[in-house]
């Protein structure tokens, strides 16, 4: 079975339960959300485009945030916790942690 590449608004909200007039709003609050044109205008989702409706769908309706927080909570999630970024010596220390690791285990199972 050959699998679609791009999907019509149409097909998109009923793949999703929505209607097309949500998914216009969306694309013009969520900048992340820009679906790709025909000659003719129409809006072509792909996949990916289908995975981010799909993230601001839960956003907003299983997480119970508002347009506004689910902006935030986009930014969030694109940009991560900055508490979680190590300085560059420390991520090549436990890459060669990782490494060393890795070394052994093949070792073992040879």
Do not use: C
């Not at 990916?48 to 909570?73: C, N, P, W």
Request: glycine share 4%.
């Amino acid at each position: 079975m050959i699998e679609k590449e791009f999907f019509s608004i149409k097909e998109v909200a009923d793949m999703l339960e929505l209607k097309p007039y949500i998914l216009r709003y969306w694309e013009k609050e969520f900048s992340i959300l820009r679906p790709k044109r025909n000659r003719v205008g129409r809006r072509y989702y792909t996949k990916k485009d289908i995975d981010i409706v799909r993230m601001i769908r839960s956003i907003l309706y299983e997480q119970g945030h508002t347009i506004a927080g689910a902006k935030k909570r986009i930014i969030q999630m694109i940009e991560g916790p900055e508490q979680l970024s190590l300085p560059l010596r420390s991520k090549n220390k436990v890459l060669r942690e990782i490494q060393e690791e890795l070394k052994k285990l093949s070792s073992m199972m040879k």
